[in-house]
């Protein structure tokens, strides 16, 4: 195989003009991102171009020192951890927590303390539920996860396998089929909204009565609105209906309040490498906070003109007037503090940090919602809450403090209005969450396991340990359980409840929905107030797991919990002692292959941040930079202990680029990855991920990605 073909797109050093960038306050900006500010994200905020470009100037010069010093941190911590085990090759662990409080890496506990956060939605507070993902670029899903607020449960389990395991056939309606699904949604009402005497299923209109009569609400016309656990339910009645028309009270659909808040996400579902595509993520940000983002796309023989929803009013039961929220509390997850991007050159030519230009134009943007310039409002409290992944330790939850604090300075938004989410999804925050909790203690409204991340971290921090055991073993040993349930812990320690989420990480098998059914209830009860689904329908499938557990009960019980010893959390899940047979390793390796290649050459070639991709026994999963992460790091961390050589990695490699090609020969667009020439960027920067796993920064995915996808953009 031909060694990669990855260059360095142009980086320069100099200060000299350049074509495509104009010049405000020292910075190079890029001419499309200096348009988008000036013409769209300025107007009405009351900040004017001047002060915006010098702010930005500002936060750059300020914050540049410091946010490559934390970088070096990282990468001295990873080099001393990497020196240990080659001097323990024998010691079949991690790191012992003496040796790593000696270095550093594990600080001291903060005193207790509560967090002071306030003036977060309810969404955030106080009720339990769904918390749906979306990229950032794609206009069409912002949109359907701004509306995912409420999802019909009837076409949720008709729809997907949620049931019995099967998909409908066929284009017509199948009442069979339905009929279960009638019967499955009657039951969870008589599960959990009971009426007084008897079921739902033989109820026929009118007023019911219900055994606890807190739950009937409202009305909406002839829909009912019922309430628990802080969770509506619509019981859509329309006699005239395909469904109603065969229902004893005519119920034409049961409608959950499902995606409760939506992260629109700038991070690990995202291609974003260039001015171009920060603008365009940038816009959709703007479009859904305001309202007036709309898509247009034909679905089938449909032309659909796409929109936000206007809330709804019902009617109470006294006949009082009561708005509903039809849309989700909308996030926005910045980059973590690694990239740099060339949409804006610092004085000296060089790129600015992503993460500073994210919070700058996230929280410019956030101001259209607090000063109501849109049709719709996103907070109603006037918080803007962004999501900040990737961060490894106090340090560095300290530096975005910072950040934000000065973010809001150069906007004149009052202190604390940015609220951060914490992804506590790197090995370092999990071992000193509550010190990174503390950090940012008056801002946090949530922290969530990303245990994609998080896994790949594990692998990468101690990769020269030992060979990993396989991936799906990883997901059951001991350290993950210790890294779940702290988490918990230390949210609720940290007085979370009532103020905060704890959220948990994403459902990653969007096909996969009688699964979830079953296995996503350990969520909730769990303690967490929130998890991940993929898509609007697992949201509104999530849903019926917090009216199954009552998350505040369950945050009681775990209050008075120890918390589990760091200890647990550190032990690291290596191979006890490897006796795969010559199948399994290449099982292993296939699938791992299999999905490098299915995402990478989506992600590179069209631009697209998070794909479903076949596993070996063809089961669709989500796969994003996180999995793409931990993919790689596998790999890498059997080639670094002999389990595999680079000779099979590249048989590999090129029998499942023919394998991913022929899955997609159904794309006129597709450019396949095997052939004579060997030429194909995602081929060889699949190649560097992999090769070169060992020395990518934490074992991330996106110094490879970017360097290859502005390569495949030349190209176009
Ligand atoms: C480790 C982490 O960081 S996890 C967080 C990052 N991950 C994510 O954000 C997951 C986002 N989800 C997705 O991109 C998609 O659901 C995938 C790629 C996982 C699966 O896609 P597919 O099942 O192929 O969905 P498909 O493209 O067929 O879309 C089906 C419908 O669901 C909708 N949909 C799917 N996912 C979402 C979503 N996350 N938000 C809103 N709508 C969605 C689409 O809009 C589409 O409806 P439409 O045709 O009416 O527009
Ligand atoms: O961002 C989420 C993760 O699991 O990683
Ligand atoms: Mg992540």
């Known amino acids: 195989m031909t060694t990669t073909a990855l260059r360095e797109p142009s980086q320069g050093n100099d200060a000299a003009p350049r074509d495509g960038y104009v010049q405000r306050a020292g910075l190079a900006v890029a001419e499309e991102l200096a348009r988008f500010v000036e013409t769209e994200a300025l107007p009405g905020t ?14 750059c010069e300020e914050f540049t020192p410091q946010n490559r010093a934390l970088l070096q941190r990282r990468e001295g911590l990873q080099q001393t951890i990497d020196q240990w085990h080659r001097d323990h090759p024998q010691s079949g662990d991690g790191m012992p927590p ?50 995912a607020r409420w999802g019909s449960l009837y076409d949720a389990l008709y729809g997907t396998d949620a049931l019995n395991g099967t998909t409908p056939t066929g284009s017509g309606y199948d009442a069979k089929r339905g009929a279960r699904v009638i019967s499955w949604a009657k039951a969870f009402l008589d599960k959990y909204t009971p009426l007084a005497n008897g079921s739902w299923a033989d109820w026929t209109g009118g007023v019911p009565v219900l055994s606890d009569p807190d739950h009937l609400v409202g009305t909406i016309g002839d829909n009912l609105l019922l309430r628990r656990n802080g969770l509506h339910i619509e019981i859509v009645i329309d006699p005239q209906s395909e469904i109603g028309l065969n229902d004893p009270a005519g119920i034409a659909d049961i409608r959950l309040e499902s995606a409760l808040s939506t992260i629109v996400d700038l991070e690990d579902s995202v291609a974003a ?15 859904a906070l305001r309202g007036d983002l709309v898509a247009s796309f034909t679905k089938g023989d449909q032309k659909v003109v796409r929109t936000a929803n206007p809330d709804r009013t019902y009617q109470t039961l006294d006949g009082d007037s009561m708005a509903l929220r039809s849309r989700s509390l909308l996030l926005v997850r910045n980059v973590g503090h690694l990239m740099t991007t060339p949409a804006v050159r610092l004085p000296d030519g060089t790129e600015a940090y992503e993460g500073l230009l994210d919070a700058a134009m996230t929280a410019l943007i956030g101001m259209h919602d607090l000063k109501g310039l849109g049709r719709l409002r996103n907070s109603l409290t006037g918080s803007i809450y962004i999501v900040k992944p990737k961060m490894h330790g106090p340090d560095e939850c300290a530096f975005t403090n910072d950040v934000f604090n000065a973010v809001e300075d150069m906007l004149g938004l009052p202190r604390h209005t940015l609220k951060v989410g914490v992804m506590d999804e790197e090995r370092r925050t999990s071992a000193n969450l509550a010190a990174c909790i503390h950090a ?24 020269l340990a030992g060979p990993m055991q396989r991936k799906a073993d990883i997901k059951k040993a001991e350290w993950i359980a210790a890294y779940e349930d702290r988490n918990v812990q230390i949210g609720l320690a940290c007085g979370f409840t009532g103020r905060a989420q704890i959220g948990k990480g994403m459902w990653a098998a969007p096909d996969a929905m009688q699964d979830m059914l079953d296995q996503k209830i350990g969520h909730p009860m769990s303690g967490a107030s929130t998890a991940w689904v993929p898509s609007p329908t697992a949201a509104t499938l999530h849903a019926a797991h917090y009216q199954a557990c009552n998350v505040a009960e369950r945050q009681q019980q775990r209050l008075a919990e120890p918390i589990v010893p760091v200890a647990k959390l550190l032990t690291v899940p290596l191979a006890e002692s490897p006796d795969w047979s010559a199948e399994e390793i290449a099982a292993e390796l296939d699938n791992n292959i299999q999905s490098i290649l299915g995402y990478m050459v989506r992600w590179i070639d069209a631009g697209i941040g998070c794909s479903k991709v076949p596993d070996i026994h063809d089961v669709g999963l989500m796969e994003d930079r996180a999995t793409l992460r931990i993919s790689s790091q596998h790999i890498a961390n059997w080639l670094q202990h002999g389990i595999i050589d680079h000779a099979i990695v590249d048989e590999a490699l090129h029998r499942m680029a023919a394998k991913v090609d022929a899955q997609n020969a ?3 667009s597709y450019r396949p990855m095997a052939g004579e020439d060997r030429q194909s960027i995602a081929l060889n920067a699949a190649r560097e991920l992999i090769v070169e796993g060992a020395q990518q920064p934490s074992g991330y995915t996106e110094p490879v990605l970017h360097r290859a996808r502005a390569l495949a953009k030349q190209r176009i």
């Open 273 to 287: 490498v260039d001015a171009e595509d920060k603008v365009a993520a940038y816009r959709n940000w703007l479009g």
């Open 666 to 668: 159904g794309d006129p």
């Open 46 to 59: 009351g900040i004017d171009a001047n002060r915006f470009w010098s702010g930005l100037a500002q936060l």
């Open 98 to 147: 003496r040796e790593l409080r000696e270095i550093g890496y594990l600080v001291p506990e903060p005193a207790p303390f509560t967090i002071g956060t306030t003036g977060v939605d309810s969404e955030i507070s106080s009720v339990a539920g769904p918390q749906l993902v979306v990229p950032a670029l794609n206009a069409r899903f912002v949109l359907n996860a701004v509306n």
């Open 440 to 463: 940012v203690k008056d801002r946090v409204f949530f922290i969530n396991t990303g245990f994609l991340d998080r896994t790949g971290d594990e692998i990468h921090t101690s990769m």
